[in-house]
């Protein structure tokens, strides 16, 4: 079935592979703009699920850089390349940081106790959200490797909440509510390994 499949795939020549290889290689060595642009989605999130607004929620999805990084992670487990899988692993781990901290400090600055609609949402995963993170960690893998459709990589970007589960942690800290701020992150960890493993193969 894999031959049968592999036949009928669009091949990727050696100078494609090496322009995709620096091209999610670069989103392994974050600059300030990769910082910037998470903090700023993080805020935007948050600002987002507490007013329970789904459209400032879909704006900060697009704003966030960090599908690319993710899919790093992915390539260097495909290529064996521990430096690339360490490196993308990083970025990762610091936007992720950096979005609940955010997150964290807007709740504070607020002080509203409530959990929303939207922040609940967040704190239910289930098999659908499994789902949805597969299929967008394809069509994010997909969309990388084929310039003509790179224009989808926005749309793959809303069809996954990376930033969203991540916002939602630090407001539910800033609330003390560890226990939906541990939900959040289980929602985040599901499609982060889903991207990972549907980017990979």
């Known amino acids: 079935v894999w031959a049968l499949l592999y036949d009928h795939l669009p091949k990727i020549t050696p100078a494609q ?3 995709i290889q620096d091209l999610i290689g670069d989103a392994t060595r974050p600059s300030k703009d990769f910082f910037v642009m998470i903090g700023l989605s993080a805020g935007i999130a948050a600002l987002g699920l507490v007013q329970s607004s789904p459209a400032v929620i879909i704006g900060a999805m697009l704003v ?3 599908m690319s990084a993710i899919i790093a992670v992915a390539l260097g487990i495909v290529e064996g390349q ?3 899988l360490a490196d993308g692993i990083s970025a990762s781990a610091r936007g992720m940081g950096l979005a609940v901290i955010v997150s964290l ?3 504070l600055a607020i002080g509203d106790g409530e959990l929303t609609t939207e922040m609940l949402a967040r704190t239910r995963p289930g098999f659908l959200d499994l789902g949805i993170a597969l299929a967008s960690g394809a069509a994010g893998a997909w969309a990388l490797c084929r ?3 790179s224009a989808s990589l926005p749309g793959v970007a809303i069809a996954v909440a990376l930033v969203p589960p991540l916002a939602t942690a630090g407001l539910c800290l800033a609330i003390g509510r560890t226990d939906a701020a541990l939900r ?3 929602l985040f960890a599901t499609n982060y390994v889903a991207i990972v493993a549907a980017g990979g193969l």
């Open 64 to 66: 966030a850089p960090l």
């Open 17 to 19: 592979q090496t322009a």
């Open 184 to 186: 959040a992150l289980l």
């Open 82 to 84: 521990p430096r690339m």
């Open 147 to 149: 310039e003509r459709v």
């Open 105 to 107: 400090l807007i709740g």
